[in-house]
Each structure stands twice: as structure tokens, then as C-alpha cells.
């Protein structure tokens, strides 16, 4: 039998591959059709005979995995020349019907090499994946969002998997040690809700103000806090960029390097992926430093006071010695207060909820976490009072991504990230507290004495010449919300490779304290009757009134950040590859309640950038960039700052002579960047060209005995400087990239 020649079929297709044309017209047709190079051949397929299917199924079931045996999660897999398939859940676990013998299953995940696998026999058949290291190497995020090919890239930029940061912490930089390199952290509290890590690209590069990096979140600047609520599971891509050519764009903070992260977005899915990670950890402090008890305490203090011979303040034998055979507690206490105040282990837990999914025209992703990590404290004040002492911070982190694709040409994207901070703990600092424990005496007095009947407070142990202390318990509230509008828009109509991009964004940020506290009575003993083991108990000062205190503050700020670039990306001849952008942005801070006329007064920064770059065959390599940025702290004709660099690059690899090397070494390039960044925060305070006076100044006196007469005038804090600029950077970097 032929195909008929004369049949009519109408379809409406538009810049669409050829496969996918042809599957469209063949639809419901016996016809096959090859492809080979451009001559396309048909041929008539005979109609099979309808079998009936058997009422028994097979089932195939299994976890797909990666090379340390970690599930992953999302992977697809098919059943070969079939629609039927299923994605993995949270464990890496699927399981598929399968409607014919002997099928060979396609396995694929981003990031990874797609495999095919022929089940046989077998029923349940484990799936290891390998990491497609091209593939994750391809696309680099840089300045401004921009992704480029690594193959491509002539500035020194490191982009890690978001797995690498998956740590148990509730903050993220506490990750960062050792798995970023060039990156230098430091974490120096292990207190809940502090323990975030300080952090240094190629250590410090400015002398003044801020000297940590500037961090970028889809595009808008965020600070180290903000960071540190991400979670993991959020995030899409990681990029440190660390030369003049990375950070140059950026101006007035590049000077100390950019980290560039992005989060994710949803995905055209016929089934939406949905992850649900659930983790618990348990803490421990180190280097704790083991304190005598009060007995050793007393002897070495004796064997040191003693050293000079006129020295009668020293603990007496039957003190001690009524000490160690446990007399009376309350006359003789040997208190270990490291051990009263502290617990030795902490649990924290990490639950995370995210759902990602969509269609052609709008896809979405949503995440939901929550944190919550307590601290080492003991806390006696939940035994005797209505509130608990002890550290407990609740994180609750919301991530929204919605995007919508009005156009074929026109993108339309919303981003909402909110994060609610719920901190509880003692008024004092951690530090203040641990110090108070190690330096307390041991045997000065008990913690509490016994109660009578009529008291109207608890008789805390205390010591003559001691101020009256006080139990606090502050509760600390922190709220922000970003919400960021984008805008993207091809056009292609007007020139093609051209794409213009805007940014509308704003960030409000609101604290409030509220600090409960009350007073408490001390008390000491006197004319202790050995005999009949009995003793005065007397107050310490004046009774204090043990109501419970209330008092509170509030603060915060607010910015708008406005940004629009355009992108003009195009090859010619498959050999010449252009890319230039130039950009404008924006940014206002505000105050939420101003204490005075300064900081009711908004900050802002403007300022420009661009980028020119060419390639040739993936060889040789160049990049132009430039940033141009205003600044409030200088005057008038040295307010804007220009900040140049460039690059070069050869991609060795590229060459003919290296195709005997491309299976051994498929990557060796070498590059070099020079280039400026700049740095406004003076550390001096804002408007820092101009004078700061004061009229309650320093006074003087003049006249002797009772006829003397003083003055005030007005002192200058600080001079006026119409020649303060910039604090500019120069860097260099040559780098050799070898894969």
C-alpha cells in the first residue's frame, strides 16, 4: 500500500524544529518518515493487530541515585517510545507500571548524564546517575544576573552547587568554610541566632567602612542577615565573583568582591515536584574550661594571698574543712555555677516545604521553612517565674516565584521573600553571662535560701557590697519583606539578539523589643550557731518590689530599588560572538522613625554600567566593563566615581594543535584582568565632605576667686574637606583554567 500524495493536511507552526513539525503532520497515519541531512523519507507502515492486554502488569520499582548514594529528587524517568513515566519523590524513590516486556527506561536529571537502562527481568532495579560536569560547568551567573559560558568567561569567577551548602545550620554562611575558595569565614559564636559566620573574598580590600562583600539576591543587593535566612533547598545558583572584571560593574561596593545568588524558579511539568525535608541537630559547646570546685578554690586562694606575709584575708581551716564534710549548705555552699547555668547539649530543627511546577505560560515555585534553635542555658527564672531565660530563636522564611509569560516576546516575573525573626533570651549578652559563670566565687553564698511562709519573694543568696541584680527576659521581633517586579522583554522586532530588563524593587525591614524584667532580693547569713546549726538570714539593702517590668523599642528602614538594563547578545558566522549591556540603577533608604533631621533624611545612590565583550571561535577572548556611581559623601565635583576594567583571554583548548590533548585535558585556558573598584563608606558618617559643629562645646573659665565668668562656644567635630574622594582599588589577576 502507498501513501496517497494528494491528501491535504493543514497545521500552523512557527520557528519550530523539524521533528516536531512532521510528528504534527503524520498524526493518526500509518507513515514513518528518516531524516539525512536535508532529504526526508517516507514509508507506509502496515496496521498492527490490536492485542489484548493482559490483566497482569508489571510493576518496576527502585531509588535513583547519585555517586554518594544521595537520592535525587525530580528525576524523570520514561518508559523508551512511550509517554508513561513518574518522577522521583523526596527519598528518590519511584515506581512505574509497565505496559510491555522487557522496556528500557530513560532516566535524566539537570545537572546530570542521562542514562538508559534495560529492566530484564528484574522488579526492582536501583539507578545510580553521574554528574555531567559540562553541563554544570556551561552557564556561569555573573554581574547583574547576567549568565555567560564559562568556556567564555575571562574573569575570575568560582560557581558551586547549592548541595555544597547543605549543612545542619540554620545559617548559611556557616557553610562557607572550606568549600568556597578565595573565600575566608569565620564564625565566632556558636549562640543561636549569632552564629553566622563573618566572611572575606580575598580577605579585605578596603581600609574604611565596609570591608565585606556585597551580596546580590535576583539582582538586588541584601545584607549578611538576609543571607543568612536563605535555605538551601531555595536556591537555584552561587557565584563569587572575586576580579576587577567580576565586580567592576558594580562600583562602589566591588572592591571587596560580589556574591551573586539567585533563586529557584518553576519549570514547564506536568506533575508539579513537590520536597519536603525535615532535619534535627544536636550541638555541644567546646573548649569549655573545667573550674576548680570551692574547696581547691579556697586553698589556692589562701597559697596566693599568703605570698605577702601581712595578709590575714584568707578562708580559715574550719571554713574549709566544715566545707568538705558538707555541714551546712547554706553556710558553707560550694556551688559549681558553670553547671547551675549551663546544659550541655542543644537540638535545633529545620523544616523546609517546597512546591515547584507550571505550564508554557506561567510556572511557579513556593517555599516555606522553619528554624528554631535554643541555647545552652539553664534557665532558673522558669522555676520561679513566668518566663524563660534561655535562648530560643524561630525562624519562618517564605521564598515566592511566579512568572508569567504575557507574550511570546514579553516576561513578566514577581518575587516575594519574607522572613519573620522570633528571638527570645536573657537581657544580657550571651558573652556577659558565660563571664559571669566562670568568674563567680564558688563559696561567697547559695543560690537561694529557703522560703517562709509570708515571703512575697524568693531570698537569693547574695553578699554584702554587691548591687542588687536583676532576672530579665526580652523578646525581640524582627520582620522583612522584599517584593521585586520584573520585566523582561525580547526585541527581536527591532533588532535581533536585543532584550530589554527592568527591576522594580522593595524591601522593608521592622524590629521591635520588648524586655520584661523585675527586681529580686539578696540575702547573707550571720551568727551561725555550730551547735544547733542555725544561723540569721538578713537582707541585702533595701527590699526591691519584685513586680514583673515592662518596656519595649522599635525601629527599621525601608528601600526602593529601581534598575533597567538593556542586552544585546548575538554570533555572527558561528564565529563572532558579541555581547553588550548597559545599565542604569537607583536606590533610596529610608528610615521607618527617624531620631533627628540626618537620618530623616533619605540615602540614595545612582549610577551606570556597561559591559563589551567579544569572542572569536572560542579562542581569543576580551572583556570591557565599566561603572560609573554617585555618592552623597562627596562634594559636588567629586561626586561620581569611574571604575574601568579589562580582560583577555585564550582558550588553548580551542585550537586544532590540541585535539590529540582534548580527551586528557578538554579545558586549559589562560587569563588575565585588570581594573578599578571604588569605595564611598568613609566610616565617618554621612556627608562626610561637610562640617560637623556642635554649640554645646568645650567651655572655658576666666577671672580668680569669686569673680570668675564661663563661656561656651561651638567645637568642630569634623573639618570641612572639598577634596575627599573615592578610596579606590586597583587589582590584577592572571588565572589558568584547567579541567
Known sequence: ETINPNRKVSIKVTNQPIRPVLDKLFKGMSVEYTIDNRQITLKKVAQKKVQPQSSKRK??????????????????????????????????FYKLELEEENPVLI???????????????????????????????????????????????????????????RVPSSRLSSSFAGRLSGVIAVQRSGEPGADGASFWIRGASTFSGATDPLIILDGVEIDATQLNNLDPEVIESFSILKDATATALYGTRGANGVMVVTTKNGENLKKPIINFRVEGAIS??????????????????????????????????????????????YMYPNIDWYNEMFKKNTFAERFNFNIRGGSSRVDYFMSASVKHSDGNLKSLSKDFYSFNNNINVYNYDFVNNLN??????????????????????????????FSSALNANPVDFPIRFPGQEDDTHIRWG????????????????STSVTANLRFNQDLKMIMKGLKLNAIVSYYNYSYSKVYRYCNVNQYETSMYNPQEDTYDLNIIGNEQSTELKTGGSNSGNRRLYLQASLDYNRT???????????????????????????????????GIAGRLSYGFAGRYLAELNFGYNGSENFPKNKKFGFFPSVAIGYNLSEEKFWEPLRNIIPQFKIRASWGLVGNDQTGAGRFTFLENLTNSGAGFTTGTGNQTHTNSGPVWKRYANPNLTWEVGEKWNAGLDVR
Do not use: C
Open 59 to 92: 510493576t518496576i520499582q527502585g531509588f535513583v541515585l547519585d555517586k554518594d548514594e544521595q537520592p535525587i529528587t525530580g528525576a524523570t524517568i520514561k518508559i523508551k517510545d512511550s509517554t508513561t513515566g513518574a518522577l522521583t519523590d523526596i527519598e528518590g
Open 107 to 165: 532516566v535524566s536529571f539537570m545537572g546530570y548524564i542521562t542514562q538508559e537502562v534495560k529492566v530484564g527481568k528484574k522488579s526492582i532495579l536501583n539507578i545510580q546517575l553521574e554528574e555531567d560536569t559540562k553541563a554544570l560547568d556551561e552557564v556561569v551567573v555573573t554581574a547583574f544576573g547576567i549568565g555567560q559560558k564559562k568556556e567564555s568567561l575571562v574573569g575570575a569567577i568560582q560557581q558551586i552547587r547549592p548541595e555544597q551548602l
Open 284 to 329: 555541644q559547646l567546646t573548649n569549655v574550661p573545667k573550674m576548680v570546685d570551692g574547696i581547691t578554690y579556697m586553698r589556692l586562694y589562701n597559697e596566693a594571698q599568703t605570698r605577702t606575709p601581712e595578709t590575714t584575708d584568707i578562708y580559715s581551716d574550719e571554713k574549709i574543712n566544715a566545707t568538705i564534710d558538707g555541714v551546712n549548705p
Open 404 to 433: 508569567i509569560k504575557a507574550t511570546n516576546t514579553t516576561k513578566i516575573s514577581l518575587g516575594l521573600n519574607v522572613s519573620v525573626r522570633d528571638w527570645s533570651g536573657p537581657y544580657s549578652s550571651a558573652g556577659s553571662v
Open 462 to 477: 547574695g553578699r554584702s557590697g554587691a548591687p542588687n541584680g536583676s532576672y530579665v527576659n526580652p523578646v525581640a521581633d
Open 572 to 606: 555572527f558566522n558561528d564565529v563572532h560572538k558579541v555581547n553588550v549591556m548597559f545599565l542604569y540603577n537607583q536606590e533610596q533608604n529610608d528610615v521607618n522613625n527617624p531620631s533627628d533631621l540626618l537620618t530623616s533624611l533619605p540615602r540614595r545612590k545612582q
